[in-house]
């Protein structure tokens, strides 16, 4: 029992994070019809820049998570406005090579600045693990499950209550009326590229010190985030939370009851059976195909 | 009423989605070798019947028989075997594919040749092939391209691109042809050419039924009209009948006062 | 193609272990080969079906396993072995195609990578049967008779045999009534299936076949390397395909051979001047720059040039 709690806590921190990558990643595909395979670098980029900040700078936590996500968030509006926008009028294909392009360019960039080794990320809390009754966590990994938290809900606050966030729901449902009411489609595009890449970039920042940052590291991120949008449901942002949460949980129980070699599997599994039997996504209303 | 030997029936055809039904329970039947369109307002299920009747979409209930035989679950691609071809309300073609090999594409029921025949290059594949572009040629003359058989479909205007995508469903050799907006966005002039094209589709045995907005167009070429609104038939029978008749006169133009 | 340039080609070809000294410039000629295969492959479903599948090195991997197991641990001999790595890769291209049924466009690039992706882990966790990471060494090389086609020259005419079939049989598939049928589905689904065309049917038959041809390449690349590790998973190598296709020309038959020479020759030119982290770097960045400027490839676009200059040299006659 104690032993299921624990699992169950290592995936709810690991949950967080993935519930982070989705929402950005559900309102990217969701809203901009986008394949994302990019948004795995974002991640990875957050990492490094957290790294350098920390590191590099000698920055203080805190700052150096700050500048993770502005960062993703920078690059994420230059990415869209120079590559992206001038493709809009094309097919999803078009796309989609484009963006596994940025993928393969910003990956091995990557490898080229900081080279194949991976590296640890110094953070300031004490590495003597907190113990609440059976569960032991790290003050680490409480710290990653608040901040998750915290953009998750700042995340929903954005999209339900601000006038971006109702402009991007007005887009993503009807963007010929949502332009002729005067919303600037451009913009939203681009805030919503940028809001994406900027989750990422902080579930990257925020993992990186839990575990190491290394090139690569965004490969299976971003499947995991694909994982989490199909489950959720495109353009779903509390199915992508959800989703993430249950991803994470899924994942930890796999590795500690079945095998850990696999646990990297579980998020393929979920897409392939996900999109053979509820294509919609697993809170979507089951809806009649025309 | 709903007997037509060898020709189309469909019995209380429903259609739902989610909440909102699209077709209320829809009988007619259209007579072989007669031309029959369908009007009514736009929403009236005009387009939803279409989909329904050619396997793009799955009734909520309601029976579809094609001489005698249920169209029950079958593809799109299995009604077409059974001779019923449809067009699209938006302008369908290939886009990047030629004028003929658009018709090429519709003869596709027309030829035999199966992957293992293709991989041995069996020579009486070459002869089927020679056989098939003699057919798309003189489909391509037959609407009047062929100054434009070598051009890609999508660099043709708008009325000549509804031209190759009845040339492609006639490749097909319909039994039923269903035509969706034959006349929609064209001239007076293209329309009087695609009327004329479909009473000669009619001359060879073809029967037709089409959905049309265009009034005059309709009751020009039409054997028999049946009237659609909120998903239901609420008229049927010749033009001049149509016109006088006070429901559909109603459902156009809404009650007075 | 004029005639004599073919011909040209085709004798350059034939003569290539002859008038090239170097062995390793025949090495890099026999990859070049193993990937035209593959490039031809992935074109049958990204250029004709329109289906961008993301998971090629894993039919390419199945093959290469397939093969080399059967060969070291059921001793069978080396041609049957060929053979049954590309029906394995068939049966997982009926999977795969079958599952395409039901997705389009995102979603199944979606799922070929998932698919890939378990695949791999199997190939490193299922230490029993594929020796996991460390690979298995020591697979035979076929022989023709009393001649092994151990050395690089005799594997060079075995390549370029299975080249050749390659291309024959995506050339008549393409040019047949079936080629057609897969350039409906690619251009307006729902037309081709209102006249008739069973997109059931030759989905799978598209990817059955790419698959198959896929296997294929993987069996005569484990044979060469006599050496197959989970690496042939490798998500670099579908990308390395998917640039060959795309940048040679996708729905052309020349484009993937184009695309293979160019990309197995060119990293092997980049190689001595720099790492192959530049090198995937560069891809990156072509990719893009094709994609904006040269969407339809190479290959197109050098047709297009030639027709402008025929047409201009005949105005001025």
Redesign the interface.
Known sequence: MAELLQHLVNGLVLGGTYALLGIGLTLIFGLMNLVNFAHGEFYTLGAYAAFAALAGLGAGFFPALALAIAGGAVLGALCEVTLLRPLRAESIDTTMLVMIGVWIAMQNGELLVWGGVAKSIPHPFPTAPLVLGPVSIAPLRVFVLLVAGALIAASWVLIQKTTLGRAMRATFQDRDTAALMGVRIDRIHTATFAFGSALAAAAGALLGPVFLAYPSMGDLAALKAFSVVILGGLGNLPGAALGGLLLGIAEELGAGYVSSGYRDAVGFVIIILVLLFRPSGLFARAERVG | MIDAAGGLAVKDLAVRFGGVSALGGVSFAVRPGTITSVIGPNGAGKTTAFNAITGYLRPTRGEILWQGASLAGLRPSAIAARGIVRTFQKTSVFPSLSVVDNVLVGLHLRGTAGFLEVLLGLRRLAAEEAALARDADALVEFVGLGHRRGEAASALPYGEQRLVELAVALAARPRLLLLDEPGAGMSSAEKAVVSGLIHKIREQGVTVLLVEHDMRLVMGISDTVIVLNHGRVIAEGAPAAIQAHPEVIRAYLGTAG | MRGAARAVLALLALTLPFWVGNPYYLHVAIMAGIFGVLALSLNLLLGYT?Q?S?GHAAFFGIGAYTSALLTLRLDWPVWPAMLAGVAVAALAGWLIGR?AL??R???F???T???A??VS?VS??WMELTNGPLGLPGVPAPALGPWSLRGKDAYYYLVLAAVALAYV?CA??VR???G??F??LR??E???????????HYLV?AAVVSAALAGGGGALYAHYTRFVSPEVFL?TYT?TM?IMV?AGGKGTLAGPLVGAVLFTALPEALRLATSW??Q??A??????L???FL?RGIVPAVVVRAEAVRRARRAAE
């Open positions: 329109g961008l993301l599952l039901k997705l466009g995102a979603y690039v979606l799922v990578i998932s698919f992706g378990v882990l490193v966790n049989v008549r598939l047949s009534r079936i057609r049928a350039l409906a251009e307006n729902p037309l081709a299936e209102s006249v008739g065309v069973d997109v059931t038959l998500f990308v998917v795309v982290q530049w995937m770097l891809y990156g960045v072509l990719l893009v094709l994609v904006f969407p």
